[in-house]
């Protein structure tokens, strides 16, 4: 199990309890780390996520 330590607790990470800031707007994006697993390049201090905004935003510049 994998959790954060805070005020002397013990927080387990789940599905339902990982936040990540959009980059781009600061928007509060939930986080589903089984999207990682099997990524060998994965790294959980670098990676950043879009909100569905800013990543529809992005996707139409690219087209």
């Known amino acids: ?6 005020n ?5 990470l ?3 309890n ?6 781009i707007c600061g928007r509060e ?8 697993q099997g ?5 959980i201090c670098e990676t950043e996520l879009f909100c569905d905004k800013c990543s529809e935003s ?3 510049k690219q087209i």
């Open 29 to 36: 994006v939930s986080v589903d780390l089984s999207i990682f």
């Open 1 to 6: 199990m994998l959790y954060v330590k805070f």
């Open 39 to 43: 990524d060998e390049d994965f790294d």
């Open 58 to 60: 992005h996707a139409s």
């Open 18 to 23: 990982v936040y990540c800031r959009c980059p």
């Open 8 to 12: 002397g607790e013990n927080i387990p």
């Open 14 to 16: 789940d599905y339902d």
